[in-house]
């Protein structure tokens, strides 16, 4: 995991060509994401070597699931940071990239917004060219649209997807220690409510 990180700050580092209007959102980057979700194996692992350890307090020598609620929480909030910090890197090139997209398509569109409404709305008749009319009406729609991806652009590669994926691999070994507190009945209800 340590040499996933100074990789991921390495390439952070390099003079990264990024794609505009990619629909990953990220300018390209999004599968870092996928490399670094692949980790919550590793998390997962963690976590349950944590919930043997609670378990054997519990079963051996008499402990309480609450007497465990503080560390389990911080557990959690500590791990989720190291699970999510490595993606904090590409904030930078990602901020930066973005700013300047947004200026040159910004003045991109205002020349093509202007040539369009001087050309179609400057006096000639439309009816006359409705082929070209449309092609450049078609032009302006797929500007709009690029204007519409870059602005959905992820400033960061903290999203709440690969929050969720690590927050499972984390949570999902301490859910049987809950039946230790909790009837199972009661606990599947509870679940059932939750899902419905």
């Not at 390495?10 to 990953?24: I, N």
């Not at 947004?102 to 439309?126: C, D, H, I, P």
């Not at 078609?138 to 649209?145: C, E, I, N, V, Y």
């Amino acid at each position: 995991y340590g040499a996933w990180t100074w990789f991921l700050h390495r390439v952070a580092r390099l003079d990264l060509r990024l794609v505009r209007t990619h629909p990953d959102r990220a300018g390209g980057l999004g599968f870092v994401k996928i490399g670094q979700t692949a980790f919550g194996a590793v998390f997962f692992t963690g976590s349950c070597v944590v919930a043997g350890v609670i378990a054997n307090e519990i079963f051996n020598h008499g402990a309480s699931l609450p007497t465990f609620q503080t560390p389990a929480i911080a557990l959690v909030v500590i791990a989720l940071g190291l699970a999510l910090a490595p993606l904090l890197v590409f904030r930078r090139p990602l901020i930066r990239a973005k700013r300047r997209w947004t200026l040159e398509y910004s003045m991109m569109a205002t020349q093509y917004v202007q040539t369009f409404e001087r050309k179609w709305l400057g006096g000639r008749n439309a009816a006359d060219e409705e082929l070209t009319i449309s092609a450049d009406i078609q032009g302006l729609a797929d500007l709009g649209g690029s204007m519409d991806r870059l602005g959905e652009m992820s400033r960061s590669f903290l999203d709440a997807r690969t929050a969720i994926v690590f927050a499972i691999a984390l949570l999902l070994p301490l859910v049987p220690l809950v039946l230790t507190e909790v009837p199972m009945e009661e606990f599947f209800m509870f679940a059932l409510k939750v899902l419905a």
